[in-house]
């Protein structure tokens, strides 16, 4: 499925076309200054108020939802949505202060095998300090904030692998409920906010998940309320009842920004941006219209609003964000860097089509207007674009978190199905030799994962007792005690140990 392209801006197809021999650095008197080939905001950033309070203003961020937002207000509406930037996570401190260096504003390019475009956006109006809980909870009780929206990765909504609903025995959530008053989590954050509003008889404001979670705002839902059932159960109830919690699919690869990505935009677009984004010229959002304080009107800019996003969801996560794992552990052990040249790898690349197709496409429910099989043709052209340096160590990173979501889900439903899960289950196996700590050929694999010293050690223990893996049950939940899914994984991971990487691919595909 493509979507309506919301840019507004200039194209450049040559990534060394003229640009100028000193970069224009990034500044609201500057934008005028820019080459003719770059988009640039059709709007006075200084004319935005803010609207929107987003936790997590990284890559994926300003690449997906503020691309959307600069292009609603370039064409004249959403003022007043402007974004503020929040985020209670210390490694965030170095974009903060750089993008409050260059007043906010960001580069944005989009990258399709034969083109490359950059735009300058400009809807953020502030960026709170990291981790200061006084001026994020002020700037939540603001009236005029009508959304708070996140991206805190899979694994930050206290998840239980089994059942899928919040898990409250963790010690930051205890924390938080222990001291309400002094929140840390975004989710206590969340909580305490509301209470204020609440208790100053301001409305609840919506909270809108951007990340790849299966009903993302249910999962928001759970941790918000089930934190404020911990604190008080009449805050439960009031959270519950009035605020708003839309469920969501998001769609766009924007890998890490390096000194790669930093050199590219001033060498080919004439901009010195310390933060650049780079990413696919692809881009779907698709949101159930459940706002309770209002919304910018983003179905002017492609945004798609359904009545249930399951199917979305569904079909994103299982089939692309389930086939990145399938490429990324088999890549990581044979030392290849990235994700393009994963899928130019004959062998990587029939792994990843044999099991989507045997596997994981016959239990993805079918899509309103959309076929599975041209889904998914679409998804390997956007793996194999050369221009995005998506990394396989990127794709390898957090799978503790990403496995139960994007790998685990096919599982449970085809072993409910009584149907085969050997491709499945040698993906699995390929994440544990992944995490034994290093590739085929013996390079230590640096710490990829929050919980890498546990997997490490599992992984180790595995190599001797199959199960000691599959007896994760953040992960695996009910799953690992599967007696089928025991075996094939058990056989894939022995084989591995014994013949290889590349032998074990080339016998599965039939090569």
């Not at 985020?87 to 993008?99: C, Y």
């Not at 990843?352 to 998804?379: C, H, M, N, Q, W």
């Not at 007696?483 to 994984?489: E, L, N, P, Q, W």
Request: glycine share 10%; proline share 6%.
């Amino acid at each position: 499925m493509s979507s309506p392209d919301p840019r507004n801006g200039g194209t450049n197809d040559d990534e060394h076309a003229d640009a100028p021999n000193e970069p224009v650095a990034l500044a609201r008197g500057a934008l005028d200054a820019l080459p003719p080939a770059v988009g640039r905001p059709g709007y006075d950033p200084g004319t935005l108020s803010h609207g929107i309070l987003h936790f997590g203003p990284g890559n994926f961020h300003r690449s997906h939802q503020q691309v959307y937002l600069d292009a609603l207000m370039s064409a004249g509406g959403a003022r007043d949505w402007g974004v503020i930037g929040a985020s209670v996570m210390e490694g965030d401190k170095g974009i903060r202060e750089t993008l409050i260096g260059q007043d906010l504003l960001g580069t944005v390019v989009e990258q399709s095998a034969d083109t490359s475009a950059a735009h300058v956006t400009a809807v953020m109006t502030d960026y709170l300090p990291v981790g200061d809980t006084a001026a994020i909870l002020s700037a939540m009780v603001d009236p005029a904030i009508r959304i708070v929206s996140m991206t805190v990765t899979e694994g930050g909504y206290f998840v239980d692998a089994d059942t899928g609903r919040f898990d409250d025995s963790s010690p930051a959530i205890r924390k938080d409920a222990a001291d309400p008053e002094s929140p840390r989590t975004v989710f206590g954050l969340i909580v305490r906010a509301l209470k204020r509003r609440r208790d100053a008889a301001l409305p609840a404001f919506t909270v809108l998940s951007c990340d790849n979670l299966p009903h993302n705002g249910e999962v928001a839902r759970g941790a918000v309320v089930g934190l404020a059932r911990l604190i008080d159960e009449t805050l439960a109830d009031w959270i519950d009842a009035n605020a708003g919690f839309p469920n969501g699919m998001v769609d766009r690869i924007a890998p890490a920004t390096g000194e790669r990505e930093r050199r590219l935009v001033r060498e080919a677009h004439g901009i010195a941006d310390g933060a650049p984004v780079f990413c696919e010229d692809y881009l779907q959002w698709v949101l159930e219209d459940r706002f309770v304080a209002g919304r910018p009107a983003l179905e002017q800019v492609g945004v798609q609003f359904v009545e249930d996003v399951s199917p979305y969801e569904t079909m994103k996560i299982r089939i692309l964000n389930g086939g990145h794992a399938l490429i990324a552990y088999p890549a990581g052990l044979l030392d290849i860097e990235f994700a393009s040249e994963a899928m130019a790898h004959p062998l990587v690349a029939a792994f990843l089509e044999k099991v989507e197709r045997d596997e994981i496409l016959p239990v993805v429910p079918s899509v309103p207007d959309t076929d599975l099989g041209d889904y998914f043709a679409r998804v390997k052209t956007r793996f194999a674009n050369p221009k995005i340096g998506d990394t396989v160590r990127r794709l390898c990173f957090d799978g503790s978190n990403r496995q139960s979501k994007f790998i685990v889900a096919s599982v449970r439903d085809r072993l409910a199905a009584g149907a085969s899960v050997d491709g499945l289950a040698l993906a699995s196996a390929l994440w544990c030799r992944y995490c034994h700590g290093e590739s085929e050929s013996g390079a230590t694999i640096e710490p990829n994962d929050p919980n890498w010293a546990e997997l490490v050690d599992t992984a180790r223990a595995a190599r001797e007792n199959p199960a000691a893996w599959l007896g994760m049950r953040d992960v695996y939940g009910t799953a690992g005690d599967d007696a089928r899914f025991g075996k094939a994984f058990a056989d894939a991971l022995e084989a591995l140990w014994k013949d290889g990487t590349s032998t074990i691919l080339s016998r599965f595909v039939g090569v």
